[in-house]
């Protein structure tokens, strides 16, 4: 981060504390915020709802949405007094449209953030303060995916990796840069006159679409 003139903190997002001392360290050293990428999120083991354990869909609220929550309502006074377009980009998820089985933790968190957002933009633009959403699908290559792993869920549907990778309309990868590139879009001036938008960054799923 220091390389790029940034700051990194690592910090436990579902605890306010931790989550106003943040804020208060960017506020000291950087004088302000304008602009918010709110991107927490975790997957909790896939589990069928009757046989879920309570801490897998716990911990899928606590940091997939409520986290979410706590860095709106501390950051939000700042926005409000922000000099420069403020604005509040989000990462949601595909599973917002298009669930899965076996995934009802991480896609109901994912759907509550999503109604955060609709929520932030009604309240926000009065103040001329954004809150868009993106919602993101198969994003690989992060250290969140292992080839083992990547290999394993492309076996389960009976894929090659790169068929995996690429199972969108489009059948292009969309990689981290990709996901970057549409936040950066959405905070700038670009989208500013854009509020409360969803907009997929999936190369077209026919279950969305």
Same mark, same amino acid.
């Given at each position: ?91 949601? @998820?595909?599973? *917002?449209?298009?669930?899965? &089985?076996?995934? %009802? !933790?991480?896609?109901?968190? +994912?759907?509550?953030?999503? #109604? ?59 990689? @981290?840069?990709? *996901?970057?590139?549409?936040? &950066?879009?959405? %905070? !700038?001036?670009?989208?500013? +006159?854009?509020?409360?938008? #969803? ?11």
């Amino acid at each position: 981060m220091a390389s790029i003139g940034g700051i990194g903190i690592v910090t436990n997002l579902t605890q306010d504390d931790k989550v106003v001392a943040a804020v208060e360290q960017a506020i000291r050293d950087f004088g302000g915020i304008d602009i918010v990428v709110s991107n927490a999120g975790i997957f909790t083991a896939g589990a069928y709802l009757e046989n879920m354990e309570e801490s897998n869909w716990d911990k899928s609220i606590a940091v997939n949405l409520t986290s979410h929550q706590k860095l709106l309502k501390y950051t939000i006074p700042f926005l409000k007094n922000g000099v420069d377009e403020p604005a509040i980009v989000i990462v949601g @998820s595909r599973n *917002v449209n298009a669930p899965g &089985a076996g995934a %009802a !933790s991480y896609s109901c968190a +994912k759907a509550g953030v999503t #109604q955060l957002c609709r929520v932030a933009a009604l309240e926000l633009a009065p103040f001329q303060v954004r809150c868009n959403i993106i919602h993101p699908d198969a994003v690989f290559d992060t250290k969140l995916w292992t080839p083992e792993n990547l290999k394993r869920s492309a076996e389960r549907y009976g894929m090659t990796v790169e068929e995996y990778k690429t199972r969108n309309l489009m059948k292009t990868e969309i990689k @981290s840069k990709d *996901v970057g590139r549409m936040v &950066a879009a959405m %905070a !700038s001036p670009l989208f500013g +006159k854009t509020t409360g938008a #969803q907009i997929p960054v999936d190369g077209g799923n026919d279950r969305v679409i």
